[in-house]
């Protein structure tokens, strides 16, 4: 259906694909993986027109193609959902679905046909947003599935997904996969990218593996492919087998753990959280784990100064109460989100300006003009320590999403905080750079700052956690720690609420 041959791109001194070729046949679905800066992004985006070549031909159904633009590429039949959510949020979920062309009637906008046509996607998908909502009032996974309801609405005969379960819980992602099977069964040609490395050995018809702008592993079937030599393909070296040895111990220790960091006392957000108390020590991490909707996000929200309890209280290490997210920052609360893009980086600034925002402007260090290089220094040694692979002076958006994500740490560590709030921290980097990622977290817990997090993946909670606190429809209704925190029991206490509550 579609065939890529020699791909060359560069940016500036910088090979992003290196004579790359990948060929995606209908009815099948091709994974696409590869480490963070591997050339995924490059090779997506030169597949649905958003990116040129500098060398290298794309066929269609036998023929060249040389897309003008992500919308020619759309009406030739290659559809694309991007890892990072290109949703219109002030617009409403209908207006999202149908961006151009929409369905009209003596002339008129028709939302009756926008309705009918988007209504059985919608159900497959599991999707039931209010028609006129508007977008940016939907939680990230539903937003998500929003951006494959509007690529399946334009009949695509290939449909790119990049990394379209980074923000859906289990059972939305299970679906999900089961969705892209069927497509494929109906003719489709997929090409599927993720950092789940399970997840693409359940999915994917065949895998290709990209390293440093190269095919290391050209269209293998799946079948053949074991998860071990995966990983070795990706990161060019045998997978360690070190989980156990490197997970967090499960009780924090030092001086610092015996100091509450962060306590919520009986707090009531109305529609969100009833009646929440709960601590972290300083040195802890602490998960925080439930459904859609079941209140575990409200509560990073609460520490952040994001919502307002009607009742009770939120007390941070100085004892006092976050007013804003603004206050809080400048009471050493640090707030990490797998949205990079919308939350965590100003993209058209240099990475220096991004690491510096939080302690210069966010807390007013150094003064009111600091001087430059010294916010330079401090910046390169955080990109050193962090092994982030792009300049000082590189704008945000020229880095891969792992570095990107890196970056965002690298901002908070500048600014020293007591409290880490972490919302789908790893959400779109590789296995190489979430391991990265862990170390930092585990590193910051050690020197006594309390840690919360949020995380989709619940393997990711299972292994950086000290206890996890699972919420349903705004109640805590159970605490895992030790032995009992485990994969099987996380599922079980979230889905139904059977944890015993510590």
Request: aromatic share 2%; glycine share 12%.
């Amino acid at each position: 259906m579609l065939v890529a041959s020699g791909l060359v791109k560069h940016y500036g001194g910088v090979t992003a694909l290196d004579g790359v070729g990948i060929a995606l046949d209908a009815g099948e679905v091709h994974a696409l993986v590869g480490e963070n800066g591997a050339g995924k992004s490059t090779l997506v985006k030169i597949l649905s027109g958003v990116v040129r070549p500098e060398g290298g031909t794309v066929e269609l159904d036998g023929a060249p193609v040389r897309f003008a633009d992500a919308r020619h590429a759309a009406a030739q039949g290659v559809a694309i959902v991007s890892q990072e959510l290109m949703t219109y949020d002030d617009l409403t979920v209908l207006e999202n679905l149908f961006p151009y062309g929409a369905p009209r009637r003596r002339g008129l906008v028709s939302t009756r046909e926008m309705r009918r046509l988007a209504a059985p996607v919608l159900a497959e998908l599991g999707l039931d947003p209010p028609p006129h909502a508007k977008v940016g009032a939907l939680p990230l996974a539903d937003r998500q599935l929003l951006e494959i309801c509007r690529a399946l609405l334009q009949d695509p005969r290939v449909l790119i997904l990049d990394e379209p379960t980074s923000a859906l819980p289990r059972d939305a992602a299970a679906r999900l996969a089961a969705v892209t099977r069927r497509l494929a069964g109906r003719g489709l040609a997929v090409l599927y990218i993720s950092h789940f490395l399970e997840e693409v050995m359940r999915v994917a018809t065949r895998v290709t593996v990209l390293r440093d702008g190269r095919v290391v592993l050209p269209g293998a079937p799946a079948a053949d492919v074991g998860l071990d030599s995966l990983v070795t393909a990706m990161l060019g070296q045998p997978a360690r087998h070190a989980a156990a040895a490197a997970a967090a111990p499960r009780r924090p220790g030092g001086a610092a753990a015996a100091r509450t960091a962060v306590a919520l006392a009986s707090v009531t957000v109305p529609g969100r959280l009833r009646d929440v108390s709960l601590t972290a020590a300083g040195g802890e991490i602490v998960g925080l784990a439930g459904l859609q909707g079941s209140g575990h996000l409200a509560v990073l929200d609460a520490v952040c100064g994001r919502a307002r309890p009607a009742s009770g209280t939120v007390r941070l290490p100085d004892g006092r109460s976050p007013r804003s997210p603004r206050h809080a920052v400048t009471m050493g609360v640090a707030y990490v989100s797998g949205d990079r893009k919308g939350r965590g980086l100003m993209l058209d600034k240099a990475l220096w300006e991004n690491i510096t925002s939080v302690s210069w402007l966010g807390q007013g260090r150094g003064g009111v003009m600091p001087r430059r290089s010294r916010l330079v220094a401090r910046s390169r040694a955080h990109l050193e320590r962090l092994r982030v692979r792009g300049g000082v002076r590189a704008r945000a958006s020229e880095l891969s999403g792992g570095n990107q994500q890196k970056a965002v740490f690298a901002k908070w560590l500048d600014a020293d905080p007591a409290v880490l709030v972490l919302d789908d921290p790893t959400r779109g980097v590789d296995v190489g750079a979430r391991g990265e990622l862990h170390g930092i977290v585990r590193g910051l817990a050690a020197e006594g700052k309390a840690v919360l997090i949020a995380s989709s993946d619940l393997a990711e909670l299972v292994e950086l956690c000290h206890r996890v606190v699972v919420l349903q429809h705004g109640r805590i209704v159970g605490t895992l720690a030790g032995d009992r925190l485990t994969e099987p029991e996380l599922s079980l206490a979230m889905n139904a609420g059977f944890a015993d509550p510590g």
